[in-house]
Nanobody, 120 residues
Framework: QVQLVESGGGLVQPGGSLTLSCAAS????????MGWYRQAPGKQRELVAT???????QFADPVKGRFTISRDNPKNTASLQMNTLKPEDTAVYYC??????????????WGQGTQVTVSS
């Protein structure tokens, strides 16, 4: 089995910063893409940022220039550095990993989510 465990959410004032971390463990052969999605109340889950094991990144337009993503491939971890946070960044943030458990078994896994609230 595979588990993704997130940490680092919380309450922050507008303009502040937070770092989210995600650690994947279990029966993992290779993680292709690892990243973050978020879901605000009443809205659909949306992509925030992803990074491939080759270092290619993708960011949602609203977070470009403010968020950065990094990975430690040997440790199967990823981090999301969020700067200049805005109230509209408030959401539950989910870690996601697209990985191989065996050479022929590729699946996506989700973490349990961590709440980020941006408010004064």
């Amino acid at each position: 089995q595979v588990q993704l465990v997130e940490s680092g959410g919380g309450l922050v004032q507008p303009g502040g910063s937070l770092t989210l971390s995600c650690a994947a463990s279990g029966n993992i052969l290779t993680i292709h893409t690892m990243g973050w999605y978020r879901q605000a109340p009443g809205k659909q889950r949306e992509l925030v940022a992803t990074m491939t094991n080759g270092g290619d990144t993708q960011f949602a337009d609203p977070v470009k220039g403010r968020f950065t993503i990094s990975r430690d491939n040997p440790k199967n971890t990823a981090s999301l550095q969020m700067n200049t946070l805005k109230p509209e960044d408030t959401a539950v943030y989910y870690c996601n990993a697209d990985l191989l458990t065996t050479p022929l078994a590729r699946r996506r896994f989700w973490g349990q989510g961590t709440q980020v609230t941006v408010s004064s």
